[in-house]
């Protein structure tokens, strides 16, 4: 699999370190490491907005498709079109599909197909992987009041 954005371990260390990412974001996006449940910051965020990948900030989620799993993770029951490219992954003794931005190969978290209506699926996110955006109109409502 190839992606349009490529960059070496240093070069991503590096940016996640300037964009100010939590520590985790390297392990995560770069070694497909799962922040453990319950500890991410978007687990339980529920404001107006999208969700970016930290890495190359691609629009991955809107906030309208975040649901409370109660898994733990940051869950979401569609992704952004062509924002997430899958894989399987054998690794743990399971077979699962992996996520991954289609932009820059960040490993984001799993699919799973136990997610609530219309779709039915469950993108089971790691915190780490993820930068949020307020949404726009919210801002503007913000800057009249
Ligand atoms: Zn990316």
């Known amino acids: 699999m190839s992606f349009p954005i490529q960059k070496t371990e240093a070069e991503w260390r590096a940016l996640l370190a300037q964009k100010g990412a939590e520590p985790l974001a390297f392990e995560v996006t770069r070694h497909a490491a799962t922040e453990r449940p319950f500890t991410g ?24 498709t975040k649901f409370d799993a109660g898994c733990g993770w940051p869950s979401f029951w569609q ?3 062509g924002a997430i490219v899958e894989r399987i992954d054998r690794s ?14 960040a490993h984001l978290g799993h699919l799973f197909e136990d997610g609530p209506a ?26 009249n009041t």
């Open 118 to 143: 219309p779709t039915g699926l469950r993108y089971c996110m790691n915190s780490a992987a993820l930068d949020f955006d307020a949404d726009n109109a919210a801002r503007k409502e913000a800057d």
């Open 79 to 81: 992704a952004v079109p």
């Open 92 to 105: 743990h003794g399971m077979v699962r599909t992996e996520t991954l931005c289609a932009r820059c190969g």
């Open 41 to 64: 910051k978007y687990e339980a965020h529920w404001a107006d907005g999208s969700y970016h990948c930290i890495c190359c900030g691609a629009k991955l989620f809107d906030s309208a």
